[in-house]
T-cell receptor, first 115, second 110 residues
Framework: DAEITQSPRHKITETGRQVTLACHQT?????MFWYRQDLGHGLRLIHY???????NKGEVSDGYSVSRSNTEDLPLTLESAASSQTSVYFC??????????????FGPGTRLTVT | QKEVEQNSGPLSVPEGAIASLNCTYS??????FFWYRQYSGKSPELIMS????GDKEDGRFTAQLNKASQYVSLLIRDSQPSDSATYLC??????????FGTGTSLTVIP
């Protein structure tokens, strides 16, 4: 069965360190997304990609970067981790046909703590 | 106005009752609409997708879409304690944008 996986599932890091969260999907979807979810804020879009070599900033992109070198993977990098980036991070993927969005499927999430 | 608005709740219903969750959106050109369920500490799970005006039923769940009123709802019949979760509405906007509401917390009381 197709799936979307994230690693690590839990991560504790120190302020100022660079951290990379992995996301891998076997749906063969063109579109991939990174969200963070904090209490009281719902899902907030960090970065998204519509295909290989395409990346776009979401509403909370400061301090984060992504790259898309193949269809399956969209790693999220925190350049210099800050305590404000302590959150739960979700990766998602979807297809869109003729401009109509299909369902987004989510990975299990990564709980990141920055101390 | 937010792109997708939901009542945050919490919404409480007795076991066996119908739970009604509502969502409004601001882009008249939107063509795809989704409901997700999220248990505490878990990732969002797709429940229903709807693309055309009217009702779509899947088991105990019914999604209702009214594009003229820019309104989409989710009805859960015969609510069970296992339905207690946060329900997220999502809308695929025109211009390659996809938006989630902040979710409605539902508690089903045994």
């Amino acid at each position: 069965d197709a799936e979307i996986t994230q690693s690590p599932r839990h991560k504790i890091t120190e302020t100022g360190r660079q951290v990379t969260l992995a996301c891998h999907q076997t749906w063969n979807h063109n579109n991939m997304f990174w969200y963070r979810q904090d209490l009281g804020h719902g899902l907030r879009l960090i970065h998204y990609s519509y295909g290989v070599q395409d990346t776009n900033k979401g509403e909370v992109s400061d301090g984060y970067s992504v790259s898309r070198s193949n269809t399956e993977d969209l790693p999220l990098t925190l350049e210099s981790a800050a305590s404000s980036q302590t959150s739960v991070y979700f990766c998602a993927s979807s297809e869109s046909i003729a401009g109509v969005w299909g369902e987004q499927y989510f990975g299990p999430g990564t709980r990141l703590t920055v101390t | 106005q937010k792109e997708v608005e939901q009542n945050s709740g919490p919404l409480s219903v007795p076991e066996g009752a119908i739970a009604s969750l509502n969502c409004t959106y601001s882009d008249r050109g939107s063509q795809s609409f989704f409901w997700y369920r999220q248990y505490s500490g878990k990732s969002p799970e797709l429940i229903m997708s709807i693309y055309s005006n009217g009702d779509k039923e899947d088991g105990r769940f019914t999604a209702q879409l009214n594009k003229a009123s820019q309104y989409v709802s989710l009805l859960i019949r015969d609510s069970q304690p296992s339905d207690s979760a946060t329900y997220l509405c999502a809308v695929g906007y025109t211009g390659n944008q996809f938006y989630f509401g902040t979710g409605t917390s539902l508690t089903v009381i045994p």
